[in-house]
């Protein structure tokens, strides 16, 4: 898992570009209300690790409506804003989505929900490329027991210190991996609880637990590979030495707790394992 790189830009400026593009009810109602809608910007840019003590919106009625409308309602300047939320990422990382690292990225999450608090709906912080399947786990779950309970992948610093791991075992030679959260030293109390309350609404753990067969296929695939090119030359040494280097490779684009890595080290490193490929 990686920081997501926040677009840069000046948020209210994104507001009016889509607010222009409304009707002029529309627009007169949004140009009313956009000096709160700068508060409301300010306070979730400048006291972000305090904004779990938001209390309810204060849109209702036709401002709630447009202001949610600026995201629902597809305009060229709606869609310009997520484009470049997408263009602002690495590579690796303007395919998949950040909350499970694994399925494609194919829509966004508003990290404090537009349904709750419309005033968010078009801020570029708020918005989180993401799956459709970590979308409908988290809907509008952002905050447990009075604090934040998903990591916001553009603010939470998220350490470089591992605190997924993997538990393997065999049955039938058949490999299976188990995977846990375990907190380190050096990772923050507040933000390991954060990443606890996120693993566990995602269903994480048993999602990568299930995906185990695609990583052995993609390693079989590998050590294929090789073997065409360099025949029987193989030795375990090196088979495992592919798997290794693969891992540290995935581990730079996605970060140490990339859970294909997690699960590649413990399996370059089973005699049981290399020996059956």
């Known amino acids: 898992m990686k920081n997501l790189n926040p677009l840069i830009t000046t948020p209210i400026d994104e507001f009016d570009l889509i607010k222009a593009k409304k009707n002029i009810a529309t627009r007169n109602r949004l140009s009313n209300i956009r000096p709160n809608i700068v508060i409301d910007y300010n306070n979730y840019i400048d006291n972000f690790y305090t904004i779990h003590n938001i209390g309810n919106s204060i849109y209702t009625g036709d401002e709630e409506v447009d202001l949610r409308g600026c995201y629902t309602i597809i305009t060229e300047a709606r869609d310009n804003l997520l484009s470049r939320i997408i263009s602002s990422q690495t590579t690796h990382f303007k395919h998949i989505c950040p909350y499970c690292l694994l ?16 005033e968010y709906s078009v801020l570029s912080k708020n918005l ?31 350490p470089n ?5 993997g538990n393997l075992e065999f049955d039938n030679n058949v490999p299976s991996i188990s995977f846990n959260i375990n907190q380190t030293e050096g990772i923050d109390d507040n933000l390991f609880n954060i990443i606890q309350t996120h693993f566990t609404r995602l269903d994480l753990t048993n999602r990568y637990s299930e ?9 079989k695939d ?17 088979i495992s030495n592919i798997i290794i280097n693969k891992s540290n490779r995935n581990k730079v684009h996605y970060g140490i707790n990339y859970w294909k890595s997690i699960a590649m080290d413990l399996l370059a490193n089973s005699e049981t394992f290399i020996n059956s490929l």
């Open 103 to 118: 399925l494609p990225r194919t829509t966004y999450d508003h990290y404090i929900p537009e349904g709750s608090y419309p």
């Open 128 to 158: 989180i490329p993401c799956c459709t399947t970590c979308n409908g786990k988290k809907l509008a779950f952002w905050r447990a027991n009075g604090n934040r309970a998903i990591i916001h992948y553009y603010n939470d610093l998220i």
């Open 161 to 165: 210190i591992q605190f997924l791991f």
């Open 211 to 219: 995906s185990i067969d695609l990583v052995i296929s993609d390693l």
């Open 222 to 238: 590998d050590v294929e590979s090789n073997r065409a090119e360099f025949g029987n030359s193989l030795t375990t040494n090196s």
